[in-house]
């Protein structure tokens, strides 16, 4: 039976408007990969992960050894409608060219709803598969948002003008029973981005917690499996849990438009935060792609990738560990170095020193951070954020240093504490995220141990220094003694350097905490140079030194009360705690290398003349002050006595002759210049010299005096009278 040319042009034209309301030809991605790995850390697990591709829905025989074949059927719910994507790829066996409008897909559910679906819009020029190739088309629809992948039948069409309606069913698929969508724990996943496929995996997830929300961190790898480049779409990433929620996970990595090459690794850290309502099991990651819509500025997001994480295992934040988060501008590693109790007048300050690492290719501004310390999951103390750097952004690879410091009572117990690290929100500064908890607890909380002989080396950048006791003195007074500690720093910057503002205290043995002062030193110090402080308190008479250390921070200052007066001392930070090397008492039986350190002085040629006439005693000799040309230092407040005395004829009373120098100062009658020269003591009091008991001998006496009058014994010699010394 023939039919007449209109007949069949209406034919055509009825099978064409059939064709138009049917599915649209769908496109099938080649496969890609991704995994997932343990949540504590997976060493290389992309390198051994086994691929998992996804679940192939059916094949149907076309002829010619050719055939259509449904695979890469996700399905994404939503609250209102969901989205599905699924992808055929249509195998041409034959000699000729395939036409792929002669064939197309139905989409319907089991109770026979049609369901319409569309051709991704990249796959829309696609009509013809060549000899001996393949072609993926990939499709979406919009589906209730209560249907399941079971739910759903697939009829693959061919155009038949044979057949009944010119349509031929050349399959029929269902969901397979083996496929739930899910790439399982440990394995890789080929996926489809752009067309291109890809391999990924999560090489790394880890899950902290605060009081309110789990915050994971998953490390993601996507490798381009393709032969061409790829510029990243929009790419969307999230959690899903058990119950079907969705939250959105950050990343700064997986970027629009960055670039990936083929075989080229692209890696990148994934976080949220998740109210611990939704609980920390049987988590899914979800990838989605956006595409353009049907309407007009229309954009949907179909569904990439499902990948499986594995149980979470509650991580530890602890000291020297380095962990990761991400915020919009990217990835950065905190270090937690140390957690401290640090002493404090009436109080305790609870400090944390904190260690921002870039570990990415890309400059990182310094983030806008805050926190606070949890002390037994009950009190929460205010935390104040110091930085220690003049940096104003984290170059790769470069580190910076921060410091977070809050106080107790001193009287406050606890066991355990956390420490919250928390981002403000750019739209409200008093809102703010959770990024990292470290935890600790009481008992670990001392600060750092400096033997005597160690140097302690401090690396913010612009203040890097090294801090290295030189020695211990005891200065004697009339009402009380003051200990001194010579502290010699090291300017490890390349250039000029002020030294850092620091708060110093002793402790005795027993605990006992004796404020000191720290005298200013020198403003700038030259690279690759030393300046030398005094740190110093006031002691009771006879106060025992032996295990004393000294506690040595950086000073925390706010403003004063009345803003002439500037900024006041707060409390101190990043403080260590510094040996005492034993204090060298011995007094010297000559006058040769005595050490006022930076200085050294001898003193030679000691001669003595009277003239009892006048009733003038003379005091001569020639010295020689040296002065270490490489420590700066500021010794104002440090003086030299030369004392010469001798027994009077009453009964305990002696003749004291003596004079107290500058050190290096410019008046010569006042000041021991550098260099050697010669010096004279004068002394005239008629009475006193007559009663002077024989004269045979004399004792000279030199001092290293500091502050009000208080000194150290540093040589004592006796000497004849009239005489001089070699």
């Not at 149907?60 to 449904?70: C, K, P, T, V």
């Not at 501008?329 to 404090?344: H, K």
């Not at 999951?377 to 952004?393: F, G, K, L, N, T």
């Not at 004291?656 to 260099?675: I, N, P, R």
Request: charged share 20%.
């Amino acid at each position: 039976m023939y039919l007449r040319q209109g007949t069949v042009i209406c034919l055509i034209v009825l099978l064409l408007l059939s064709h138009a309301v049917s599915p649209a030809p769908a496109r099938a991605d080649s496969g890609t990969d991704t995994g997932a790995g343990e949540i504590r850390s997976l060493p290389d697990a992309a390198a051994e992960a086994r691929l998992h591709s996804p679940a192939i829905w059916g094949k149907a025989a076309i002829g010619n050894e050719s055939y259509m074949e449904l695979k890469e059927v996700m399905l994404l719910p939503g609250d209102h409608t969901g989205t599905l994507a699924f992808t055929l790829t249509v195998y041409n066996g034959g000699e000729n060219d395939l036409a792929f409008d002669d064939y197309w897909v139905r989409l319907q559910t089991a109770a026979g709803t049609p369901i319409s679906v569309t051709l991704l819009p990249r796959d829309k020029n696609k009509n013809r598969v060549a000899p001996g190739s393949s072609e993926n088309f990939g499709f979406y629809a919009k589906v209730a948002a209560s249907l399941k992948l079971e739910d759903l039948v697939f009829k693959l069409i061919r155009l038949d003008f044979a057949a009944a309606g010119f349509e031929q069913v050349v399959g029929r698929m269902t969901a397979p029973e083996d496929d739930e969508g899910v790439t399982p724990a440990g394995e890789k996943r080929s996926l489809s981005i752009g067309g291109v496929p890809f391999h990924g995996i999560i090489t790394h997830a880890a899950i902290s917690q605060n009081d309110e929300f789990y915050l994971p961190a998953l490390d993601l790898e996507l490798m381009n499996a393709g032969i061409n480049p790829l510029h990243l779409p929009n790419l969307s990433f999230f959690i899903r849990t058990p119950g079907g929620l969705y939250y959105p996970l950050q990343s700064a990595d997986f970027i629009q438009d960055a670039a990936v090459q083929p075989m080229e690794k692209k890696a990148g850290m994934l976080t949220v935060s998740i109210p611990k309502e939704a609980g920390a099991d049987g988590w899914q990651l979800v990838i989605t792609e956006p595409i353009a819509g049907g309407a007009a500025g229309e954009r949907i997001s179909l569904p990439a990738a499902f990948l499986e994480v594995p149980e979470a295992t509650l991580r530890t934040v602890s000291i020297g560990n380095d962990y990761d988060f991400t915020n919009k501008q990217g990835t950065y590693t905190a270090r937690l170095n140390s957690l401290q109790r640090l002493p404090w007048e009436d109080q305790d300050i609870l400090s944390a020193g904190i260690t921002l690492i870039n570990n990415g290719t890309q400059a990182l501004p310094v983030p806008e951070l805050q926190g606070y310390f949890k002390l037994d999951d009950a009190v929460s103390v205010e935390a104040r954020v110091v930085r220690s750097d003049q940096v104003i952004s984290l170059l790769p690879g470069k580190e910076m240093n921060i410091q977070l410091a809050g106080k107790i009572p001193f009287t406050s117990e606890f066991r355990s504490l956390n420490l919250y690290l928390q981002e403000k929100e750019a739209a409200n500064a008093n809102k703010a995220k959770d990024l990292l908890v470290f935890q600790h607890n009481e008992a670990l909380m001392d600060m750092a141990f400096i033997p005597p002989t160690d140097t302690r080396r401090l690396t913010d950048i612009g203040q890097s220094a090294a801090y290295r006791v030189h020695a211990v003195h005891t200065f004697e007074g009339q009402a009380a003694d003051l200990i001194a500690v010579q502290l010699e720093v090291e300017n490890l910057e390349k250039r000029f350097a002020g030294l850092r503002k620091q708060v110093a205290q002793f402790q005795s043995a027993d605990g006992t905490i004796l404020p000191a002062t720290v005298t200013a030193g020198m403003n700038k110090v030259n690279p690759g140079g030393k300046a030398l402080q005094t740190i110093w308190a006031m002691v009771p008479k006879g106060y025992r030194t032996e295990g004393m250390r000294l506690l040595l921070g950086d000073e925390l200052s706010v403003p004063a009360a009345r803003p002439e007066e500037g900024v006041v001392r707060d409390g101190y930070i990043n403080a260590a705690a510094f040996g005492l090397p034993a204090e060298k008492k011995e007094v010297q039986a000559g006058f040769a290398g005595l050490e006022v350190y930076p200085y050294t002085i001898s003193l030679s040629r000691i001669g003595t003349q009277a003239n009892f006439a006048t009733g003038t005693v003379l005091l001569d000799f020639d010295y020689e002050l040296k002065r270490s040309a490489l420590v700066e230092a500021d010794m104002k407040e440090h003086k030299l006595i030369v004392e010469l005395t001798d027994e009077l004829v009453d009964s305990g009373k002696e003749i004291v002759v003596s004079q107290t120098y500058d050190l290096a100062g410019k008046e010569a009658s006042k000041s021991l210049l550098l260099g050697r020269h010669d010096a004279r003591i004068s002394y005239a009091d008629k009475d006193t010299i007559y009663k002077i008991k024989d004269m045979k001998t004399y004792r000279l006496n030199v001092y290293h005096q500091f502050q009000d009058g208080q000194k150290k014994l540093l040589a004592s010699k006796e000497l004849d009278w009239f005489a001089y010394s070699d």
